[in-house]
């Protein structure tokens, strides 16, 4: 290999340590050093050490001078005699057999395209949550690998906080708190899934308030309206869907988000979607454009619909329409203090969230927005679920700006009366603020 080629073997976990050449007990090794060579906010797999191609994959009996030693992935460099260990987000060593990092081993080597077969899945599987998270997290990261890849991560752990959800929303029997945590295990499938999931499981264990849970819900829902349904097992999918359809009984605004994740999960996949999605041109088919009238596009699952008007000025008028819910509903929120995500997607950049304030009329809940249309072909989604203002308070004043320059006035009094009931320093009133202050400069 020469000197030139890209370093194979790098830290799979954030922070490494030095090993010393010996512990206490023959055959192990001492860690020495400190996180990260003293670097403890730099990632380790970015430190220069490590792009050095000489590094192989290896593990060593090592521990702490205050703790047991355990086989953990390790680093070595032959030619300087020197060798760390990874460490999982305690600081401990990443456990590891010797079958796991022979197997890290080879999926290094095979970074662009690792295997995934069912005898990788089977190592995997026997090997610490913490190092599966870690291994597939990089190839999240930094490559595309299989899907299956991401069956090794603990699911069954997930479906037991899901099947406990399940059992309390049917009333069928009692729960035990999961013997183990969700943690991050599931980041590098989706970001909103076992946080929310996990929060809602212990919020109804211990009795919290509808509103919470309905927060949890949402959170969740949409996190499974983002995640890549491939990397999902299909078990765990299914069981995700019940989930998700038994969630929407207790707020029935939570109807159209749940039907999407079930097309989206489906095994084998649902044909039509019922997902609220508008694709539109930035020129107006030549009929609008002769005549200069209105290009109108519409969409809907069952009570939940979307418009699009677009004008030959460009403009596009957007309005969203949703059943207003019902009494009944035990975790519904207050009809008339909430906004609803609408994504704004081209193919050439990130979409782009909006909000869009609800208010009743005549029995619905609706919400309008007024949008310059984007210079290259766009897709409007509201699948996401609407949600109150105060769970607004997590995204930055700055990105609620362009909302409300769309808003019209009677929706920007919406607005108004939610910043009202909101602390000062919550992202609503903090941006109606910066709203004023630009549209007075």
């Known amino acids: 290999m020469s000197d030139t080629a890209p370093a194979q073997h790098r830290p799979l976990a954030r922070w490494v340590a030095r090993l010393g050449t010996a512990g206490q007990e023959p055959g192990t090794h001492r860690i020495t050093g400190p996180m990260n060579d003293g670097a403890e906010r730099t990632d380790a797999r970015t430190l ?29 460099h032959p030619g300087r005699g020197t060798a760390y260990v990874e460490l999982d987000d305690y600081g401990r060593p990443l456990t590891v057999s010797q079958e796991g990092t022979d197997l890290i081993a080879r999926i290094e080597q ?84 076992a946080g929310p999931l996990a929060v809602l499981e212990r919020g109804m264990r ?11 819900a949402a959170s969740l829902m949409t996190g499974l309206l983002a995640a890549p349904p491939a990397r999902i097992p299909a078990a765990t999918a299914q069981g995700l869907v019940r ?41 107006l088919p030549a009929a609008a454009r002769t005549t200069g009238a209105t290009y109108r596009r519409a969409v809907r699952d069952e009570l939940f619909e979307a418009k699009a008007e677009h004008t030959p000025g460009g403009r596009v008028r957007v309005t969203l ?18 906004v609803a995500p ?59 700006l362009p909302s409300l320059r769309a808003s019209s006035t009677a929706t920007q009094r919406l607005w108004d009366a939610a910043a009202t009931a909101l602390p000062a320093h919550h992202s609503v009133p903090v941006a109606l603020r910066l709203y004023r202050e630009d549209i007075a400069g």
């Open 110 to 193: 095979r970074w662009d395209a690792p295997p995934s077969g069912p005898d990788v899945l089977r190592v995997l599987g026997g090997e610490s949550p913490d190092l599966r998270h870690a291994l597939l997290h990089r190839l999240a990261v930094e490559t595309d690998p299989p899907a299956t890849l991401y069956h090794a991560l603990p699911w069954a752990d997930l479906d037991l906080v899901a099947g406990n959800i399940l059992t309390m929303l049917d009333g069928t029997g009692s729960v035990e708190r999961p013997a183990r945590e969700l943690r991050h295990w599931f980041t590098p499938v989706a970001k909103r899934l």
């Open 321 to 338: 329409t949703f059943p207003a819910g019902a009494e009944e509903a035990t975790w519904a929120a207050a009809a008339d203090d909430l």
């Open 243 to 283: 989930l998700a359809e038994r969630l929407s009984t207790r707020d029935p605004l939570l109807r159209h988000t749940a039907r999407v994740i079930g097309s989206r999960l489906h095994e084998p996949p649902a044909g039509h979607s019922p997902s609220l999605s508008l694709r539109l041109d930035p020129v």
């Open 342 to 400: 609408l994504s704004v997607r081209t193919a050439d950049s990130e979409p782009r969230r909006l909000w869009i304030a609800l208010r009743r009329r005549e029995g619905s809940l609706v919400g309008v927005l007024d949008l310059f249309a984007p210079p290259d072909r766009f897709e409007l989604v509201a699948d996401e679920p609407a949600v109150p203002f105060a769970a607004l308070r997590t995204i930055p004043a700055i990105e609620l």
């Open 48 to 76: 220069p050490l490590f792009q050095d191609p000489a590094w192989r994959r290896t593990s060593f009996n090592a521990g702490r001078d205050d703790g047991p030693a355990v086989r953990a992935l390790a680093l070595r």
């Open 206 to 216: 211990e009795g919290r308030a509808p509103e919470s849970l309905r927060h949890e």
